[in-house]
C-alpha cells in the first residue's frame, strides 16, 4: 500500500519552500509522518518551529528542521543549499512550494509586484531545482524526486486581470517542469518531476492577493467548498509513493464545485 511505498524514503532529507503556512506547512508535517527530514524554509521561522515543535510531541518519526531563507535572494538559496550539505550530505526530494499572487493587472500594474512574483514563483524554483540536481548527482542518487506546485492557473487564463501576471509564472512552471523532465533523461537519471496543480485551495493565499480587501479574500473561500491544504500533502505523498518505474507528470485538481 501507500504507507509501505513510502518505506523507502525514511531518513531521507526534503526540502520544502514556503513551509511556514498553508500548503508548505501540511506538505511538510505529513513528510514528517512518513520518517523524512525536512528542511523546511520561510522567511519566518517561528512558524515553522512551532510546527516542529508539535511533530515533536506528536512522536512522528521523522524531523522538521525550520530554516530561515529569502527565496528572492540567491545567495541566500545556495548558502541553505550548501547548510543542508554540511548537516544532512544533501536533498532527496525538492518540493518547491512557495509561490504567491500580487494584485497587479498587465495594464496597470506595479513593475515591483511582477519583479516578486517572477523572482519566487520562477526564479526561485529553477535555482532550487537546479541546487537540488546537482546536490543529488554530487552523490549519485538515481531515484530523488522534484515537485513543484503549480496552479489551475498554469494551464488557463481566467478573465481575472489581478491573476493575469501570477498566471504567466505559472505557465512558466508548467514549461519548467516538463522542460526538467526532458532533462532528466537526457541525463540517463531515475530522479523524476512532477507538478500538482491545484484551483482554489484554503490557505492564506487570497490574503496575501487581496491584503487591502480581507472580506473580499474571504468570500474567495467561503463561495464553495475549498480543497484544504491536507489534501495537497496527500497528492505529495501519492506523487511520492508512485513505483520507480511510474512518473506522474501533472496532477489537476479542483474543488468539486469550482467551475473555472
Known sequence: GRAGAMERWTGRVALVTGASVGIGAAVARALVQHGMKVVGCARSVDKIEKLAAECQSAGYPGTLI???????????????????????????????????????????????GWRTMIDVNVM??????????QSMKERNIDDGHIININSMNGHSVVPQSVVHFYSAT?????????????????????????CISPGLVETGFAFKLHDNDPERAAATYESIRCLKAEDMANAVIYVLSAPPHVQIGDIQMRPTEQIS
Not at 124 to 133: K, L, M, Q
Open 66 to 112: 525550520p530554516y530561515k531563507c529569502d527565496l528572492s535572494n540567491e545567495e541566500e538559496i545556495l548558502s541553505m543549499f550548501s547548510a543542508i550539505k554540511t548537516l544532512h550530505q544533501g536533498v532527496d526530494v525538492c518540493i518547491n512550494n512557495a509561490g504567491l499572487a500580487r494584485p497587479e493587472p498587465l495594464l496597470s500594474g506595479r513593475t515591483e
Open 124 to 133: 526561485a524554483v529553477s535555482i532550487c531545482t537546479r541546487e537540488a540536481y
Open 170 to 194: 505559472k505557465y512558466a512552471v508548467t514549461a519548467l517542469t516538463e522542460g526538467l523532465r526532458q532533462e532528466l533523461r537526457e541525463a540517463r537519471t531515475h530522479i523524476r518531476a512532477t
